[in-house]
C-alpha cells in the first residue's frame, strides 16, 4: 500500500510526455550555381590538374638554388715498390664548384615559372571542362525528371480513359478489344516511365560524380534555372573572350616556355666554368691548389638542342593561334545553335503544343460522347506525348546550348 501511494505521487510530479518528434526535413535545393560551385571545389576530375599545379608552384620556389658543389678525396703512392723505398704518400682533397654564366640561372626560374603558369592554366581548363560537364549533367537530370514527370501524368490520364472504356465494356457498350488497346498502351508506357526512371538514375550518378558530392542528388532538389539568352557578341569581344579562355592561356604558356627553354640553349655556346680548390700533400709538404676548368667549345656548341629548341617554340606558337581559331569557330557556332535552339522553342509552344492540345481534348470530348474512334484517340494521345516530350528537349538544349556560350565567354550564370 505504502509503495502504490510513493508511485502514484512520483507520477503526479512528473512532467507530461512530450510528442515525438517525426518529421523528417526536406533535402535543401541545389541549384545549377551551386552545382557547379561544388564541382569547382570537390570534382574529383579536377585531382590530378590540382596536384600537378601544386608541385609544380612548389618547384618553381625551389628550382633557384645553386648546383651542387663536387667533392673529389684521393691518395696516390699506395703500394709503391721503388728501389729507394716507399714513397710518400700523396694526399689530395679537392672541392669543384660550377659557376653559371650567360644567365643561364634566371632561364632556370623563368622556365620554372613557365612550368607554373603551365600547370596552372591545365587546372583552369580542368575546371572549365568541369563546369560544362556539370551544366550538361544537370540539364541532363533536369531532362530525365520532367521526362519521368510527363510519362507519368500521361499514363494517369489515360488511367481515367481505361476506367471508363471498363464501364462501357461491363455495361455491353463498347467492345473489349478497344478495353485491350487502351491496356496495351497503358503497359507500353509504364515501360517507358520504367526507363524514364532509370535514365533519372543515371543521369542523377552522374551529376554527383562530377560535382564530388558525398550525398545522393535527390531529382527533388535539382532547380530548372530561368531561361537565358544567348550572349550577342561582336567580332571584337569575340576575339576578347576568346583570348582570356583557359585553354589560350595555357598555350601561351606554352608558348612562354618553350621561348626560355630555347634562350637557354643558345645560353650554353659559352661553356660554364668550374672552379676548384682543395688540400694537397705532397712528397710531405702540405700545399694548397686552386684552379678553373673550362669545356672547350670546339665541336658541341649545342647547335642541335637549339634547333631542337627553336622547332619547339614555333610548334608552341602554331598550337596557340589553332586553339584561338578553334575556340573562336565553337564559339560562333554554339551562339548560332543557341539562337536556333531558343527560337524553336519559343515556337514550340504556339506551333507543337497548342495544336496538339487541341487534337487531343476533341478526341477526349468525342469520347466521352461515346463517338470516338479508339485508334484515333490513342493516336492522338501519342502525338501529344510526343510533341511534349520534344518540347521539352527545345527549352532544355536551349538553355543549355546558351549557358554553353556563357562560361565559354567567361560570363557568370544566371
Request: aromatic share 4%.
Amino acid at each position: 500500500m505504502l509503495f502504490a501511494l510513493v508511485l502514484a505521487a512520483a507520477l503526479a510530479g512528473a512532467s507530461p510526455p512530450q510528442p515525438l518528434q517525426t518529421s523528417l526535413a526536406s533535402p535543401a535545393p541545389v541549384t545549377l550555381n551551386d552545382a557547379v560551385t561544388q564541382a569547382r571545389a570537390a570534382s574529383p576530375l579536377l585531382g590530378a590538374a590540382r596536384s600537378q599545379a601544386e608541385g609544380t608552384a612548389d618547384a618553381s620556389r625551389l628550382v633557384a638554388r645553386l648546383p651542387n658543389p663536387t667533392f673529389d678525396f684521393r691518395m696516390e703512392n699506395m703500394g709503391s715498390s721503388a728501389p729507394s723505398g716507399v714513397l710518400p704518400r700523396d694526399v689530395f682533397a679537392e672541392v669543384s664548384m660550377p659557376i653559371e654564366l650567360n644567365g643561364r640561372r634566371g632561364l632556370r626560374r623563368s622556365i620554372a615559372a613557365a612550368d607554373r603558369d603551365v600547370a596552372a592554366g591545365h587546372l583552369q581548363s580542368a575546371s572549365y571542362d568541369v563546369s560544362v560537364r556539370t551544366v550538361q549533367a544537370y540539364l541532363q537530370a533536369l531532362k530525365a525528371r520532367a521526362l519521368v514527370e510527363t510519362l507519368a501524368a500521361n499514363r494517369d490520364g489515360l488511367a481515367g480513359l481505361i476506367e471508363t472504356m471498363t464501364r462501357r465494356v461491363a455495361e455491353g457498350v463498347a467492345p473489349e478489344s478497344d478495353l485491350l488497346r487502351f491496356q496495351t498502351e497503358s503497359a507500353r508506357m509504364d515501360i517507358d516511365v520504367a526507363k524514364a526512371g532509370l535514365e533519372l538514375e543515371r543521369s542523377l550518378n552522374l551529376l554527383a560524380f562530377v560535382m564530388g558530392s558525398p550525398a545522393p542528388i535527390a531529382a527533388a532538389q535539382l532547380v530548372e534555372p530561368p531561361p537565358a539568352a544567348p550572349p550577342a557578341l561582336d567580332d571584337a569581344a569575340l576575339a576578347q573572350a576568346v583570348a582570356r579562355h583557359p585553354d589560350v592561356a595555357t598555350a601561351a604558356a606554352r608558348v612562354t616556355r618553350a621561348q626560355q627553354l630555347t634562350a637557354l640553349e643558345r645560353s650554353r655556346t659559352v661553356p660554364d666554368p668550374i672552379v676548384v680548390a682543395g688540400y694537397k700533400r705532397t712528397a710531405g709538404f702540405d700545399t694548397a691548389l686552386a684552379g678553373i676548368s673550362v669545356s672547350v667549345p670546339l665541336f658541341e656548341r649545342s647547335k642541335a638542342a637549339t634547333a631542337r629548341a627553336e622547332g619547339d617554340e614555333r610548334a608552341a606558337m602554331a598550337d596557340r593561334a589553332a586553339v584561338a581559331r578553334r575556340l573562336t569557330a565553337d564559339a560562333v557556332s554554339l551562339i548560332a545553335t543557341a539562337r536556333v535552339l531558343s527560337e524553336r522553342s519559343t515556337r514550340a509552344a504556339r506551333e507543337l503544343l497548342a495544336p496538339a492540345d487541341v487534337v487531343r481534348n476533341a478526341a477526349r470530348s468525342a469520347f466521352r460522347e461515346g463517338a470516338a474512334d479508339v485508334v484515333r484517340l490513342l493516336d492522338a494521345e501519342r502525338v501529344y506525348s510526343d510533341v511534349r516530350r520534344v518540347a521539352l528537349e527545345l527549352r532544355l538544349d536551349a538553355l543549355a546550348a546558351a549557358l554553353e556560350v556563357r562560361l565559354a565567354m567567361g560570363e557568370d550564370l544566371p
